[in-house]
């Protein structure tokens, strides 16, 4: 299944990176017009719109498994009448989760250890992106439907066209109309209102398997519960990780303005060169076709593919990482760019453990085991939580990089053992 993986991995993983463009154009347009207090702003809300946005994708994704598994059983009745109890659901989580964060916006940060001289920055981004969630849940909602028919490529282009107007917006709303960071975010939530009509027009005209009918809107008994048996753990899996990440920026926030910036913009390019596809919606097709024999061979041939990507990753961010930071930043502003480094050559022996997490994470994910994926997530919590207690504050910055590494390292220590007990045990129902 080598072929069938890569064609489909490699639009996700470029629409993983454009997902992630949002933020990074931001965090670039701010630091190299506005500077480095604006790239510190804008770079400490990283983390949290992990944990806000990974909700929400991780909320859809899950929700798309069972879509997926509908479809690849030819159950295309029950798969409607899932993807309209998903947007039911995606709704209400999404209304909620504006009106409580914006209630919540600046306590939120006051307890990231946010200055006191950013405060308004921070804060004035953050809210105009929480009032924004509900067109972030609907690009991701509709998107993961798309991907989970085995169509990864148009929301890929669809997200290509948001960035390059997010692109544009940025520097219109920053340089010429003098907006300041909340213009970065203005920019965010329309260019992302566009990436959700796109799909949606497209879905209207290509899918007519996606089209719902009144019927598809009445609720059934469990099916709700199903959705969110998923959903849920997936959630959680995504806002835990995210979690240990606002500790970390919280401990990085003790020690100012300048190595906010550098840890920022080392996270962004991280982000860029290690962000992986997700195999789950591969893994979810064929376990609803009875092919647990792909299954097993798609996680084989993932694993070896990405561990040499991990390798070639090791060797970019090591030699190069200083470079790419000066895409964030003016090369004169030398202690930035240290930190950047710093955090490179703490971390980069752990990619292959990062990618690894990806692989055996979505498989579980994508056969419908959802909780040991999110005990994965609480045992990175653990791990970073650990290092920062230990380290923050006591010692030098490089002490604290040592906490993603060390989370990467702990979350496997439930994955791997768990899939190969769940691959041994559908072995002996086949027997």
């Not at 509908?70 to 309209?84: E, I, L, P, Q, T």
């Amino acid at each position: 299944p080598v072929k069938l993986i890569i064609q489909f991995m490699i639009p996700m993983f470029l629409g993983n990176i454009f997902q992630q463009f949002y933020n990074i154009v931001d965090s670039i347009v701010a630091g190299q017009f506005i500077g480095v207090d604006a790239l510190a702003a804008i770079g400490s809300t990283g983390s949290l719109m992990f944990f806000v946005t990974g909700w929400l994708n991780g909320l859809s994704s899950g929700f798309a498994i069972i879509v997926a598994q509908m479809f690849g059983a030819k159950r295309y009745d029950d798969m409607r009448h899932f993807v309209a109890m998903s947007i039911y659901l995606m709704f209400g989580f999404a209304t909620a989760m504006t009106a409580g964060f914006l209630v919540f916006n600046v306590p939120i940060l006051r307890l990231m250890n946010s200055p006191a001289d950013l405060m308004g920055d921070v804060a004035g981004y953050m809210g105009i992106i929480y009032a924004g969630l509900l067109v972030t849940a609907a690009y991701n909602t509709l998107a993961a439907f798309l991907r989970a028919l085995g169509d990864s490529k148009s929301p890929l282009y669809f997200l290509i066209i948001s960035a390059g107007i997010n692109v544009v917006l940025d520097i219109v709303l920053i340089r010429f109309v003098g907006m300041g960071v909340e213009g970065c975010a203005y920019a965010t939530v329309i260019a992302q209102g566009v990436s959700a009509v796109c799909c949606l027009i497209y879905i209207k005209k290509k899918y007519p398997i996606l089209h719902l009918e009144k019927k598809n809107f009445e609720f059934r008994k469990g099916s709700m519960s199903k959705l969110l048996i998923l959903g849920i753990p997936m959630g959680l899996q995504f806002s835990i990780t995210a979690i240990g990440t606002i500790i970390v920026q919280s401990a990085v926030n003790i020690y100012g303005a300048t190595y906010m910036a550098g840890f920022s913009a080392a996270g962004k390019i991280q982000n860029v060169i290690g962000m992986v596809a997700t195999i789950a919606t591969y893994v979810g097709q064929n376990r609803g076709a009875g092919r647990m024999d792909r299954v097993k061979q798609g996680v084989n041939y993932s694993c070896i593919m990405l561990w040499i990507w991990s390798v070639l990753e090791m060797v970019i961010v090591y030699f190069g990482g200083k470079y790419f930071t000066y895409l964030f930043i003016d090369p004169s502003e030398t202690d930035v760019v240290h930190v950047s480094v710093t955090y490179f050559r703490t971390v980069f022996w752990a990619y292959p453990f990062l990618s690894t997490i990806f692989v055996f994470r979505n498989a579980l994910q994508g056969m419908g085991y959802g909780l040991v994926p999110m005990l994965g997530g609480v045992f990175e919590l653990v791990a970073r939580t650990l290092i920062v207690v230990l380290v923050a504050g006591k010692t030098s910055f490089a002490g604290v990089c040592l906490a993603d590494p060390m989370a990467w390292i702990a979350a496997l220590i439930p994955l791997i053992p768990y899939y190969f007990y769940i691959m041994k045990k559908h072995n002996l129902r086949t027997t």
